[in-house]
């Protein structure tokens, strides 16, 4: 029997649309990331202060994996117009980049204004401007002035007000060129990681008790500089400000198991929730499975009260709503599979009170241990938080993969392309309101208690020559053909060659029905 030509044509058909590429809705906006202390280098020039990275990768430099540290790093501080111009190159709408706290107040605190610190932001803001490229700017992204660690650091609820005023100084001095602002990157990171562990700088590891305290304090932080931009700067500057919010993705080993999806419920609602839930649900607050857990972990360990303490009703309404998007820093799923406590707990601590035991084993790999490829977890997450946030308006704030430093770097393409198209497909088919797309990063950069020795960036920077020369990776083509095209890049250069891609696998499936048909 002849196969009919309609039946070539739907196969034809089905085939196209399976590698058919959709745009990007219209007004979506990519961008690139990058943060002070990870790329302007200048550590101690122009009036800039020790930071707490500084403190740490110089005092104790066994921390970081290979000794480096961020005193000259991509010497941003002098080479803004390279990454201007790379910029340019790549055809972004927007560049996310942070102040440097540290910089532009040495003290921390209102009483001393570095006037290099002003005029280095306003300088690179005016270039960007110059270039068409919207500023997206972070006002904390982890590079606390010493001088307030010293004080406590997030552990010390004055930083309420202390950042408040740094706030008010960046939104009065800036805030006629800046239209989109980040209060803070990653609440999680900053709490958990570094204040209830040694992962990142200060390092007070004061497990299970600094992390709660510095979520109080950040999440009033957060709200008082957000009512202040709210009333006081957008009736003239007419911006938005919002707050990222990274996750781990957590999903069940065993998706039949009832009590592995349920321990994953818990573990959401403890990495992103802790921070997502004060600000995005109706009810405000800490999600209450945290609030119990924490509770009834406190009351085995015979504490007469809870190491979390809960928002009385004016914060709770205070922080409620106070961001105008929904931030997402997105990288990775981990895995549940199990109730108990995670061997690598510490007693007490955060990971302890979810109840519940995590694994990497998922996913392909990147040069981060913590770092899995599973792109379905991301869109996962998206959908999750459609129906836990009221249906939020999303930004991806951050997305991106490490690898050695290689300039044909298809691990990172093919991590761009997968998760995009996972943006997609949630976009066109669950309606999840994305809007705009930022990787990460411009440029290898000082990767914290990595150093070096993970390189995230679409440009490849020689951190052992002085002029730090930066160089397009094939990931920088591609990111430049998506600004350009708005939708995935097909062009076969940017893929691995492989014998089995779609095309040919299509090709050949129409050949073998035809075959069989006739
Ligand atoms: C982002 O955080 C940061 O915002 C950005 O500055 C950074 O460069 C980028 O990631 C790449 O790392 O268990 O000790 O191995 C992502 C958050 C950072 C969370 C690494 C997990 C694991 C530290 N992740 N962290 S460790």
Not at 181 to 189: L, R
């Amino acid at each position: 029997m002849a196969m009919s030509s309609l039946t070539i044509l739907t196969l034809l058909a089905l085939c196209h649309s399976s590698i058919a590429f959709r745009k990007f809705p219209e007004g979506f906006t990519f961008g690139v990331a990058t943060a002070a202390h990870q790329i302007e280098g200048a550590w101690n020039v122009s009036g800039k202060s020790e930071n707490v990275w500084d403190r740490l990768s110089h005092s104790r430099p066994e921390m970081i994996a290979d000794g480096t540290n961020g005193d000259i790093a991509c010497d941003s501080y002098n080479r803004y117009m390279e990454d201007v111009e790379e910029l340019t190159y790549l055809g972004v709408d927007f560049y996310r980049f942070s102040l440097s706290w540290a910089r532009i107040l040495p003290t921390g605190r209102l009483d001393v204004v570095n006037p290099d610190g002003i005029r280095y932001y306003n300088d690179l803001l005016d270039a960007l401007a110059e270039n068409n490229i919207e500023p997206l700017v972070t006002l904390f992204h982890w590079d606390l002035p010493q001088a307030l660690q010293d004080l406590g650091g997030w552990a010390n609820p004055k930083m309420i007000h202390y950042f408040r005023d740094y706030a008010d100084l960046c939104f009065k001095e800036f805030g006629t060129k800046i239209k989109s602002w980040i209060t803070f990157n990653e609440p999680y990171e900053i709490c958990e990681d570094a204040y209830g562990d040694e992962k990142k700088a200060p390092a007070v590891d004061s497990h299970g008790v600094g992390c709660y305290l510095c979520s109080d304090t950040l999440l009033k932080a957060h709200a008082e500089a957000y009512h202040l931009y709210n009333e006081t700067y957008r009736p003239v500057q007419n911006g938005r400000i919002m707050i990222s919010i990274n996750s781990i993705w957590y999903e069940p080993s065993d998706p039949e198991s009832a009590e592995q999806v349920a321990l994953a419920e818990v573990a959401n609602q403890f990495k992103f929730g802790w921070f997502a839930h004060p600000i995005f649900t109706s009810d405000g607050g800490y999600p209450s499975v945290m609030v119990d857990n924490v509770a009834r972990q406190s009351a085995a360990e015979g504490l007469l009260k809870s190491r979390l303490e809960q928002f009385d009703a004016y914060w709770i309404q205070r922080i409620k709503g106070t961001s105008d998007f929904l931030g997402i820093n997105h990288y990775t799923t981990h895995l549940i599979t199990g109730a108990g406590v995670d061997p690598i707990a510490k007693s007490p601590s955060w990971l302890k009170d979810i109840g519940a035991v995590t694994t990497m084993e998922v996913g392909g790999d990147s040069a981060s241990e913590w770092l899995r490829v599973v792109p379905t977890g991301f869109a996962n997450l998206l959908r999750w938080c459609k129906s836990s946030y009221n249906d939020p308006p999303i930004y991806i704030t951050e997305n991106g993969f490490s690898d050695y430093g290689t300039l044909l770097d298809y691990g990172r393409i093919k991590y761009f392309n997968d998760y995009l198209n996972e943006i997609l497909n949630v976009i066109y088919d669950d309606g999840v309101k994305v809007l705009g797309y930022t990787a990460w990063t411009l440029m290898d950069n000082f990767e914290w208690r990595a150093g070096f020795s993970e390189r995230f960036g679409l440009y490849y920077v020689n951190i052992t020559d002085p002029a730090r020369p930066r160089k397009p990776k094939l990931s920088a083509e591609y990111f430049k053909e998506l600004c350009a095209t708005r939708e995935l890049p097909k062009d076969p250069r940017f893929f691995e060659p492989s014998f089995f891609r779609t095309e040919c696998r299509c090709f050949f499936l129409i050949l073998i029905v035809w075959y069989v048909s006739e």
